[in-house]
């Protein structure tokens, strides 16, 4: 499908470092793309779950981009689909996306700790973003499992003011700053935060991995219920589904045969919620 591929240096120094920056990537379709993101968020009276969004917290709409057809065009994009064919292998999963809007900080942590199937994650901040204003913040080599520096990290930095006497914003990290049109994206492992920055806060995910292989096919189920807190009953939106060529369905069609709890566990957290707290 996609004659884009990474170099050869830019392979080496995602698996030496854990993350990639791609200046003006998407400068061609940008405008586009925050007129889309709006939208979603005006069909959810502007917050999570319907409620509107108050400044004070993140609000995440999941699934993102595939509740619209022109957004869930990205994951044919021939770029976006090269940076992944070429990390992952041309059958890579296409594990999902979800909408933001940031308010204050996001401390030090990993999206995951997987061994052997990389997962990666590719960022879209819709507003300019610094150092101090919110912008993605990474620790690199931190996704190395097994390596003294990495291991050491996941048990030490969730708490760096007890353990080494700094608080959150101090860690020594580098800071991608972006503006709308970069992309950035890391490993799941990759120690990451972001600190500072506006209320509103826009940005939005899209997430792949290698494919399964079948004796692992339980830990992908236990992965895919994880969504059921947004309250997703399916891997993927409509959209995303109901417009997907062959092409893209390579990358759908693992998790749409494994996601058949979905619906089930999204019912049940529905309905946690609804009940009254008791106190």
Known sequence: MSK?????????FFHAFGFLRFPGLLDDRIDRIIAEFEILWAAQNGGHHGQA?????????????????????????????????????????????????????????????????THLKLAFYLDPVGRDTGCLRVIPGSHRIGDQFADALQREIYDSEKNWSLPGRDVPCVALETKPGDVVLFNHNTKHAAFGGSARRRMFTMNCCQRYPENRLPELREYLAGGARFWVERAYGDAMIRTA?????????????????????????????AEPSRG
């Open 53 to 117: 969004h108050d400044g004070k917290r993140r609000s995440c709409l999941a699934p993102c981009i595939d509740r619209s057809v022109y957004l869930s065009t990205m994951l044919d994009d021939p770029r976006l689909h090269g940076i992944a064919t070429s990390l992952l292998g041309d059958d890579f999963n296409y594990m999902g996306s979800d909408g933001n809007l940031y308010a204050g900080d996001t401390g030090w942590h990993s999206d995951g700790w997987h061994r052997d199937i």
């Open 4 to 12: 884009f591929r990474l170099s050869r240096e830019q392979l080496a």
């Open 245 to 273: 060529t062959p092409a893209r369905m390579v990358h759908l069609e693992q998790n749409l045969a494994n996601d058949g709890h979905l619906k089930a566990l999204a019912a049940k957290a529905r309905s946690e919620m």
